[in-house]
């Protein structure tokens, strides 16, 4: 961004669009890690719903070994007929036993995949609303005239001219670190040191440092409701 074609860029457009990409950088970063963790959650609990679905099957099978039938509503009735009061008391004792037991090993995968649901609809929530059209942009600093067209001036001219341009604007500060102004939610001294990620320090990236050893990062892609860092 800094080097477009190999060429150093420089000024107010450069310092926009710099800014603009970091903030959209932070937004991909944070939605990425939101749908890192929420596959996460997926993958753990596919695998106990997948447990819970095996517990309903093994409770089937046994059903029907103990020479029961079981209905798609998971209902267990007995396939023996006839035999003595107490044979057929105990048979629909153990048929009780079946189906409560069956129903147990439902009701857990059942609780099992709501919670599943409702723990990936907590994990994915606002990624929907995740958009990078800002309201501003790197151009709109950037005055033509009322037909916004580009107005070349020759250097005579503006070397006359009775209003010069103002100073260019000072150097973006280093990465990492804030503009005039801002500063980190703690007090006492800081220090300006290394950023401690490998990757922004072979960027050139730089840290504010407190006295208890706490790491401060200037994110400009944080919203008015939060500082910056």
Not at 100 to 124: E, K, P
Not at 181 to 186: F, M, Q
Request: charged letters at 25%; proline letters at 9%.
């Amino acid at each position: 961004m800094s080097t477009p074609g190999g060429a150093r860029w420089e000024g107010q457009s450069s310092t926009a669009a710099q800014e603009r990409s970091y903030g959209d950088l932070v937004r991909v970063r944070d939605a990425s890690d939101q749908l890192h963790g929420a596959a996460g959650i997926a993958l753990r609990g596919g695998r106990q719903l997948q447990a819970g679905k095996e517990g309903v099957l093994e409770a089937v099978k046994d059903a029907r070994s103990d020479g029961f039938d079981v209905g798609e509503d998971y209902s267990v009735t007995d396939r023996s007929r006839g035999g003595a009061a107490e044979f057929r008391a105990a048979r629909l004792a153990a048929a009780q036993g079946h189906a409560s037991f069956i129903r147990h090993r439902v009701a857990a995968l059942l609780a099992s995949d709501h919670l599943l649901s409702a723990q990936i609809t907590a994990a994915t929530k606002d990624i929907d609303g995740l958009t990078f059209h800002d309201e501003s942009g790197p151009h709109d600093n950037i005055v033509g005239d009322k037909h916004n067209r580009v107005q070349p001036v020759d250097r005579h001219s503006f070397k006359d001219a009775p209003n010069p341009e103002p100073d260019p604007p000072p150097p973006p500060p280093a990465r990492g670190l804030p503009p005039d102004g801002v500063h980190p939610p703690v007090g006492g001294d800081l220090t300006v040191g290394p950023a401690s990620r490998p990757s922004e320090q072979a960027k050139g990236g730089l840290s504010l440092w407190d006295g208890k050893g706490g790491e401060w990062r200037y994110d400009p892609g944080t919203n008015q409701w939060h500082n910056p860092h």
